[in-house]
């Protein structure tokens, strides 16, 4: 980014300056209750819930992972993901959000763990749903914050390191967070998301301006990259499989679906639903477009990941570098406030408590969720500074994760014979192959190793339900079917 | 038309946008329309048009809150009784 040192500064003062500020009002609503602290009173109406949702949905791993894979693999990228996506994502909210909006109101659940370990009457599935949530929500925290950090610190210039730049975000997302919560974080995300949209926006009309106008930019690129490449995730079975783990896993991110049971009403979710596909479309085309454009402009990059770094400092005016320090900045922290405040969250709803048998006073279950925040805004930000992978790469491992807790949420909300055995044996189960797979144990006939994981999961969850005893009475079951 | 064929039309039409998802029948060519649209991203964009209108139709039709509030009422009312050990 071409912004001088002082200008990132002061454009970094302003930012935490209105999330602060909007974290500071929230909190003189937020800690009358847990309800309204981590879910914002279930009352988010359209307008924030789509901000909230898609702010916390889209992270650096579009601003910045995304640019780096087209740089390398071209428009195809677009393809692999976008459309899958745009169409999956809203329905799986209808298919498991809806219900588990519905689900959670009833029995008065604040996480995803705690709903389905109500649902099903075991508190065995919430310790594992709560083991699985953590074990694939830190890495994907750990990307963002790792992301940040590297723009952040080569925007600078050198003056900030890398470490300093991590602890940087962390502490900000940290502080507001704490402060208001589940209503905080929400408004924080339209700022943010409003943020990151409007510079993604303007890197697709400047950037392309600057490159001669769009027809110059696409003369530019080597027509390989303007069609879907051969092998890889290009391979029909492995495009298959990724579309399944990319359209189907955003619902299982914990800090999702806390989302969507922060709704005010079904009608918020509609909304959101229908606006989705337009948003997203709006964010991908320059988030691909700025690495297949890269490709030409800065061949043989070493680390693909830096071209978003590189396009914005070479095409955009040195005013906007601030504005692009604060898109990705927005991007990283609209996904890791959530993220803290759920994860936060589930340690005490879904640990905790149930140990103790009993539930805590309404302030001290607020107090020891940001004590225990405080705990996984460490932790990531330890793993931020010694883990050395791609971001792309650490966010796959991710999302093929959270894919192995699809059936059970599908199933826990949908289908009144699911038993707590089948959610055992189906979270066990599909875990071990999506490892064996990722070991190369498995023969996986040309689909990655997530889809054999899925297939197994569902497979296990109905297999095992059917054999076990139904954890509600026989008159549910009859009425559903 | 009945909510069941409402429900089946939804499915099919969510097949077909995954049948055009998967287009490995059409053939990859570098061609640019009007200078600066590469057809391979014409073709997602054109999609995606698709499914919104998909999404439109889905959330206005197909959604019903109805149909969900009697699943989830129904299974709540059954986990709560389980839970305090009582009947209906």
């Known amino acids: 980014m071409s912004g001088t040192f002082g200008q990132l500064i002061l454009a970094a003062v302003i930012y935490v300056g209105v999330v602060l500020v909007l974290g500071f009002v929230a909190t003189r609503r937020a800690s009358k209750s847990p309800t309204e602290y981590f879910l914002a009173g279930r009352a988010l ?47 799986t909210f209808w298919a498991i959000g809806s219900p588990a909006w519905r689900w959670a109101r009833k029995l008065d659940a604040l996480t995803p763990a705690e709903l389905y370990a109500k649902r099903l009457g075991s508190p065995a599935v919430g310790f594992l749903l709560f083991f699985l949530f953590t074990l694939y929500t830190i890495p994907y925290m750990t990307q963002g914050v790792k992301s940040a950090a590297l723009i952040l ?73 303007l069609v879907v490449g051969t092998g890889g995730l290009f391979a029909p079975r492995a495009w298959a499989s990724w579309g399944l783990v990319i359209a189907l896993s955003v619902i299982v991110f914990p800090h999702m679906l806390v989302r969507l049971m922060s709704a005010k009403d079904e009608r918020s979710l509609q909304t959101v639903c229908r606006y989705y596909p337009i948003a ?96 996984i805004g460490a932790t990531v930000l330890i793993l931020a500074i010694t883990w050395n992978e791609s971001i792309f790469g650490i966010s796959r491992k991710a999302f093929e994760g959270y894919l192995t807790l699809f059936p059970t949420l599908l199933l826990g909300v949908r289908w009144a014979r699911f038993t707590a055995a089948g959610a055992l044996a189906s979270m066990v189960i599909g875990n071990l192959v999506l490892v064996l797979g990722w070991m190369g144990k498995l023969p996986l006939f040309g689909f990655l190793p997530p889809f054999w994981a899925l297939v197994a999961g569902f497979a296990a969850a109905i297999g095992v ?7 509600l009475p026989s008159t549910a079951v009859a009425r559903e079917e | ?57 889905f959330t206005r039709r197909v959604w019903s809150s109805e149909q969900l509030d009697e699943l989830v009422e129904a299974q709540a009312d059954a986990v709560l009784d389980r839970d305090t050990g009582e009947t209906r």
């Not at chain 1, 510079?199 to 696409?218: T, V």
């Not at chain 2, 640019?32 to 209108?53: H, S």
Request: overall charge neutral; charged content about 10%; some cysteine.
């Open chain 1, 45 to 91: 109406g359209p307008v924030v819930l789509f901000m909230a949702l898609f702010g916390t949905n889209n992270t650096s791993f579009v601003l910045v992972g995304i640019p780096g894979l087209s740089y390398n693999l071209g428009l195809g990228v677009f393809g692999l993901n976008a459309p899958v996506v745009a169409l999956g994502i809203p329905l």
């Open chain 1, 153 to 225: 610190a080569e925007s600078s210039d050198g003056a900030l390191s890398m470490t300093m730049a991590a602890v940087g975000v962390v502490v900000i997302a940290l502080v507001y967070t704490s402060l208001g919560g589940m209503r905080a974080t929400a408004w924080t995300n339209v700022f943010q998301g409003a943020v990151f949209m409007v510079f993604m926006a303007a890197c697709f009309f400047l950037m392309s301006s600057s490159l001669g106008g769009l027809s110059s930019a696409m003369e530019q690129v080597d027509p390989a990259k």
């Open chain 1, 280 to 375: 997203l479309a709006l964010l991908w085309i320059p988030a691909v477009l700025i690495g297949v454009w890269g490709s030409a402009a800065f061949p043989n990059l070493e680390n693909s990941d830096e071209i978003f770094q590189k396009m914005t400092a070479a095409h955009l005016p040195p005013a906007l570098g601030a504005l692009g320090f604060l898109a990705v900045l927005s991007a990283v922290m609209s996904t890791l406030d959530a993220q803290i405040l759920t994860l936060g969250s589930m340690v005490m709803r879904d640990v905790l408590e149930p140990l103790r048998g009993r539930r805590l006073p309404a302030g001290t279950e607020v107090w020891l969720g940001r004590f225990f925040s405080l705990g």
């Open chain 1, 465 to 471: 339900s059917l054999m076990s005893r139904p954890a």
């Open chain 2, 1 to 57: 038309m009945t909510r069941r064929s409402l429900v089946h039309l939804a499915w099919i039409l969510a097949a077909i946008l995954v049948l055009l998802h998967l287009d490995f029948w059409r053939p990859q060519r570098p061609t640019v329309y009007f200078g600066w649209l590469p057809e391979e991203l014409a073709y997602r964009l054109g999609w995606m048009l698709l499914a919104w209108a998909y999404l439109e139709w």
